[in-house]
T-cell receptor, first 111, second 114 residues
Framework: SQQGEEDPQALSIQEGENATMNCSYK?????LQWYRQNSGRGLVHLIL?????REKHSGRLRVTLDTSKKSSSLLITASRAADTASYFC???????????FGAGTRLFVKA | SQTIHQWPATLVQPVGSPLSLECTVE??????LYWYRQAAGRGLQLLFY??????ISSEVPQNLSASRPQDRQFILSSKKLLLSDSGFYLC?????????????FGPGTRLTVT
């Protein structure tokens, strides 16, 4: 099965609200990444958090990592209609160079 | 800066026909290269990855194959397509060495097998 599993599968919010997506994984990781995919396009890397980090920020994005619970969350603050996309977490396992992607959370931001 | 190209953007092929999708990377050397397939509304399934010319690792046994004839060229092929091969195919690259594992994706190829 997939290493990363996102929750919820779909999320619909109003513009200006915050959006929180969660990711759980099963094995030891080197790092965890979040990607965005606009409909019909390739994925775009958003942020990478290493296994020894607990929180990371990038603009309106905030990522947390709890290795004891094998989980991560992505928070998008003050969402915009342009944030409408699918968001995927991906894990790079310790000692490996492959990245395993979850099934994604589909975010819809209503203007 | 680095760029990654994929072509074609869309493709409609009959069952049993051959397939060749091409991916090239510019602006970097010795990248790790990946082929993924994405079913509609789903996550990414890793098909093949390559750490160097002529080195291909397959993740899922199927009627697809991959080749890396040049350092920055990655080709996905099939001799006879199946209906189940329909999907969105994405090529990606990552740096060969270093602690960073970010992957950079191409625009994708939408394949419909009829």
């Amino acid at each position: 099965s997939q290493q990363g599993e996102e929750d919820p599968q779909a999320l619909s919010i109003q513009e200006g609200e915050n959006a929180t997506m969660n990711c759980s994984y099963k094995t030891s990781i080197n790092n965890l990444q979040w990607y965005r995919q606009n409909s019909g396009r390739g994925l775009v890397h958003l942020i990478l958090i290493r296994s020894n980090e607990r929180e990371k920020h990038s603009g309106r994005l905030r990522v947390t990592l709890d290795t004891s619970k094998k989980s991560s969350s992505l928070l998008i603050t003050a969402s915009r209609a342009a944030d409408t996309a699918s968001y995927f977490c991906a894990t790079a396992t310790t000692g490996g160079f492959k990245t395993i992607f979850g099934a994604g959370t589909r975010l819809f931001v209503k203007a | 800066s680095q760029t990654i190209h994929q072509w074609p953007a869309t493709l409609v092929q009959p069952v049993g026909s051959p397939l060749s999708l091409e991916c090239t990377v510019e602006g970097t050397s010795n990248p790790n290269l990946y082929w993924y397939r994405q079913a509609a509304g789903r996550g990414l399934q890793l098909l093949f990855y390559s750490v160097g010319i002529g080195q291909i690792s397959s993740e899922v046994p199927q009627n697809l194959s991959a080749s890396r004839p040049q350092d920055r060229q990655f080709i996905l092929s099939s001799k006879k397509l199946l209906l189940s091969d329909s999907g969105f195919y994405l090529c990606a690259w990552s740096r060969f060495q270093g602690p960073s594992y970010e992957q950079y994706f191409g625009p994708g190829t939408r394949l419909t097998v009829t």
